[in-house]
Nanobody
Framework: VQLVESGGGSVQAGGSLILSCEAS????????MGWFRQFPGKEREGVATIAADGYTQYAISVKGRFTISKDNAKNTLYLQMNSLKPEDTATYYC???????????????????WGQGTQVTVSS
């Protein structure tokens, strides 16, 4: 199982970024997938998840600004991030859960495979 994130970078407040996570080594469509982020010195926190059936969930802090989606044909997970704020600055990780269902609200529970992370920096 391999997860490779891309799309991070630097952007000004109010701007947008799209993160991608390409998966390989397993049947992609059968699993819950998620985006997480980690601030320096903090625990990794859930941002958004998408279940095998396409059901999505979001952390309150990003709801209405971020959109998680997936393309099963391309084995790729996306995170569209709009109206970015300086407090969104973090390292973002994609992850695969152990089943097709996602816990609520988004959390690390049940996720066993992780990408290497991609840095997102939002300047004011």
């Amino acid at each position: 199982v391999q997860l490779v994130e891309s799309g991070g970078g630097s952007v000004q407040a109010g701007g947008s970024l799209i993160l991608s996570c390409e998966a390989s080594g397993y049947t992609y469509s059968r699993y819950c997938m998620g985006w997480f982020r980690q601030f320096p010195g903090k625990e990794r926190e859930g941002v958004a998840t998408i279940a095998a059936d396409g059901y999505t969930q979001y952390a309150i802090s990003v709801k209405g600004r971020f959109t998680i989606s997936k393309d099963n044909a391309k084995n790729t997970l996306y995170l569209q991030m709009n109206s970015l704020k300086p407090e969104d600055t973090a390292t973002y990780y994609c992850a695969r859960a152990i089943s097709g269902r996602c816990v609520s609200p988004p959390s690390r529970t049940g996720f066993d495979r992780w990408g290497q992370g991609t840095q997102v920096t939002v300047s004011s």
